[in-house]
């Protein structure tokens, strides 16, 4: 099917592949799309970047080309607020459409990269992205594969309970916010976490509609849990006294308002001393005081899943134990958890 012909022959015939122009620490890119016609002018150049001979491909039926083979798959992986581009040097890009929780199935995505010539390759699940972002590429690795190949990958996808990649819009919801601590409710100092729980909620298009104050005491902790339930609350933040230390009352006041905790406690560095807990169907979330110093923290993990709809569990919690300690670099490849951001 691929016949190969001196550079010098192939005047008039039509590329089927990119080709690729690499200067060392200057430039990598196309050099000649797929689809151009080849011209005496271009033997030079061609020669320059070490093609002496070109391919020339005669596909026969029940094989599929890259490009092609690149675009069904990357329909059949395509969830639900992600679209996909065309084919650029044999690889297809699925980007999101707008922000929210991306969502990759990591048993499926093995299942497909175990098929012959199939590679695709996502950013890690349940993480934060922006519109626009990159989440996931996708090409086989010879030129052309065979269809049977693509047909196993598409009836996979079909069969599955949900896409391989998606992407859950965050809901826009009314948080209610509870600053907990007698140096604060006093006055003796001024509070800097209740902005900063402010800005991250807005980033993630949900707004903090009431703040109340309270000192360490769990009766007042309990009527601003209520009072927020009462005014419409969809979820509530507690910030404070959330460690063990005997005068640290936060998940004590919780827990008598009657909630169900579901987690006290994340094996997560930074982020150990957090709380899940559920009350009249709303999440309620106390968020320890490293939430306040460090980029990266359980917060970052938790909350974006919670705005996305999800149901998080104690098991999911437990799960954060591999990968739950945050390295403290400038990029990783959980880029928006924020840990490594």
Not at 147 to 158: A, D, K, T, V
Not at 216 to 236: F, N, R, S, T
Request: net charge negative; hydrophobic share 40%.
């Amino acid at each position: 099917m691929v016949e190969i012909i001196d550079v010098e022959q192939a005047v008039g015939r039509v590329l089927f592949h990119d080709i690729t122009r690499i200067v060392p620490g200057e430039f990598k890119g196309r050099a000649f799309k797929k689809g151009h016609q080849i011209t005496s002018e271009d033997i030079p150049q061609l020669k320059d970047i070490g093609k002496n001979r070109i391919y020339v491909l005669n596909l026969e039926d029940g094989y599929i080309h890259e490009d092609d083979a690149a675009k069904r798959i990357a329909k059949a992986i395509c969830g639900p607020d992600l679209r996909y581009a065309e084919p650029d040097q044999g690889k297809v890009e699925l980007t999101a459409e707008k922000s929210g929780l991306l969502k990759v199935d990591t048993q499926l995505l093995q299942q497909l990269n175990a098929l012959p010539d199939v590679t695709i390759a996502t950013l890690h699940t349940d993480q934060t992205v922006e519109t626009g972002k990159t989440v996931a590429g996708t090409r086989i690795i010879p030129l052309f594969t065979e269809e049977e190949h693509l047909l196993h990958l598409e009836e996979l996808c079909r069969n599955h309970h949900q896409p391989l990649v998606s992407l859950r819009p965050f809901q826009s919801l009314k948080i209610g916010q509870i600053t907990t601590g007698n140096e604060i409710f006093y006055g003796r100092i001024p509070d800097r976490f209740g902005p900063l729980v402010k800005k991250k909620f807005e980033a993630w298009g949900s707004e903090v509609f009431a703040q109340h104050y309270v000192p360490d005491q769990v009766p007042a902790m309990v009527e601003a849990i209520g009072k927020l339930l009462d005014d419409g609350a969809e979820m509530i933040v507690l910030t404070g006294g959330m460690s063990v230390d005997p005068d640290d009352l936060t998940p004590a006041g919780i827990r008598a308002s009657g909630a169900k905790v579901i987690s006290y406690g994340a094996p997560t560095y930074p982020g150990a001393m957090f709380m899940l807990a559920e009350l009249r169907g709303v999440p309620m979330v106390g968020l320890p005081g490293c939430a306040m110093y460090h980029k990266a923290t359980i917060v970052e993990l938790i909350i974006p899943r919670l705005l996305a709809g999800e149901t998080v569990t104690r098991q999911d919690i437990v799960a954060l134990g591999h990968g739950g300690l945050c390295a403290s670099c400038k990029a990783c490849h959980y880029p928006d958890c924020g840990f490594g951001k």
